[in-house]
Each structure stands twice: as structure tokens, then as C-alpha cells.
């Protein structure tokens, strides 16, 4: 069982920055990529940004050039450091882990860009 807690959101003025962090727990070498998702209020979830376990990394048209997702050698931690943030990426980002298997969900983290 993998088990995901972020942390980083919070309040910032549009322009501003951001990281957010993940940590896993758990059966992390089970994990074949880790991503950040997002959910503003009213809408579908969507994806920002993935990363496999050998870097592969895919990001949403809207995001390209100002978020990065990276993570730790160990793998057990992902990031996503965001840029030039606009009032349009308000929402709760969530970390995701998965395999053929199996989809795990952290609890979610609010983000508000917000002057």
C-alpha cells in the first residue's frame, strides 16, 4: 500500500511562486509514476504534470514553461515547483501515484493566486 501527504500550497499574488511537495509511504518501489493533478471549484479534476521513474516527465499545454515537475533519486518524493502563477490555477492540487495496479490519491493541497 502506498500512502501520499503534500504540503506547499497556500496564498499568492498572481506572478508569484510556488513548490509543492510530496511525500510517499508505504510500497514506494511499487510506484511506476507520480503526478500532480488539479481541481477547481465546479470542474472535472485534471492533469498538470507527471514524471516516471526514469524521468519522464508530461505536462498539460497550460502549464508548459512555468511548472516543473522533478522528483528525488530515492523516488519517494515528487515536486512541482509553479511560476508565473495566475488567478486560473486556483484550485486543490493533488498528488497521484500509480502503477497497472493500482491509483493512489493524497488528501490535496489548496492553491489560491489570488491579489
Known amino acids: 500500500q502506498v500512502r501520499l501527504v503534500e504540503s506547499g500550497g497556500g496564498l499568492v499574488q498572481p506572478g508569484g511562486s510556488l513548490r509543492l511537495s510530496c511525500v510517499a509511504s508505504?510500497?514506494?518501489?511499487?510506484?511506476?509514476?507520480m503526478g500532480w493533478y488539479r481541481q477547481a471549484p465546479g470542474k472535472e479534476r485534471e492533469l498538470v504534470a507527471t514524471i516516471t521513474t526514469t524521468g519522464i516527465t508530461n505536462y498539460a499545454d497550460f502549464v508548459k514553461g512555468r511548472f516543473t515537475i522533478s522528483r528525488t533519486n530515492a523516488k519517494n518524493m515528487v515536486y512541482l515547483q509553479m511560476n508565473s502563477l495566475k488567478p486560473d490555477d486556483t484550485a486543490v492540487y493533488f498528488c497521484?501515484?500509480?502503477?497497472?495496479?493500482?491509483?493512489?490519491w493524497g488528501q490535496g493541497t489548496q492553491v489560491t493566486v489570488s491579489s
Open positions: 508505504g510500497n514506494i518501489f511499487s510506484i511506476n509514476a
Open positions: 497521484n501515484a500509480m502503477n497497472p495496479m493500482y491509483s493512489v
